[in-house]
């Protein structure tokens, strides 16, 4: 049972352009959902995050879009940078033990 | 932030053998959490240590078979035992930030191959 889904491999973005990464989610016992950013051979790094009470939360280049009727999130990246060419996990945490719901994650390459 | 280093990165070990991977945190936390990512998957959480106590483990993961030491504050240990190959995967530990942001952050990993 796959509670949080990517359901996009791999995402190619020109340069400057929008990225945009999606997330979607089957339990509502979740209360907040986090972004982070891997890169091969190390940890995954946050991102943001946001709460389930919000619909958007934005920082910097970053912006993340909660639609609770859809169980749907975005993350949105704005401009698009090489160095942000990384795989990217939704992250959802449960509020009843902190347990984070891991996304399959979203290989994200950003072409010159 | 937490800085959290991982030994060994990485191993290449034969079947039946077993691995012991350590975590240590450059700074005190509760909750400790440790975590594989097999090949192409996205992260599964093992279980949650706290020190003094037992861990806590998910379903589908054993303490026979992830036994995890907390002896204080800042280190823990993650043993694979008697390994297969289908325990080859990326082992991450992971602490809970504190503030708003409720994220985790993660050390390096350890990457093990079985053969």
């Known amino acids: 049972d796959q509670q949080v889904k990517q359901n996009s491999p791999s995402l190619s973005v020109q340069e400057g352009r929008i990225s945009i990464l999606n997330c979607d989610y089957t339990n509502s016992m979740f209360d907040y959902f986090l972004w982070y950013k891997k890169y091969p051979a190390e940890g995954p790094t946050f991102l943001i995050s946001i709460s389930s009470i919000k619909d958007k939360n934005e920082d910097g280049r970053f912006t993340v879009f909660l639609n609770k009727s859809a169980k749907h999130l975005s993350l949105h990246i704005v401009p698009s940078q090489p160095g942000d060419s990384a795989v990217y996990f939704c992250a959802a945490r449960k509020y009843s033990n902190y347990q984070l719901i891991w996304g399959a994650g979203t290989k994200l390459i950003i072409k010159p | 932030s937490a800085v959290i280093s991982q030994k060994p990165s990485r191993d290449i070990c034969q079947r039946g053998t077993s691995l012991t991977i350590q975590c240590q945190v450059d700074?005190?936390?509760?909750?400790m959490f440790w975590y594989r990512q097999q090949p192409g998957q996205s992260l599964t959480l093992i279980a949650t240590?706290?020190?003094?106590?037992?861990?806590?483990?998910e379903s589908g993961f054993v303490i026979d078979k992830f036994p995890i030491s907390r002896p204080n504050l800042t280190f823990s240990t993650l043993t694979v035992s008697n390994m297969s190959p289908e325990d080859s995967s990326i082992y991450l530990c992971s602490v809970e930030a504190s503030g708003i942001s409720h994220d985790q952050y993660f050390g390096p990993g350890t990457r093990l191959l079985v053969l």
């Open positions: 240590a706290n020190q003094g106590s037992e861990a806590t483990y």
């Open positions: 700074s005190q936390v509760t909750m």
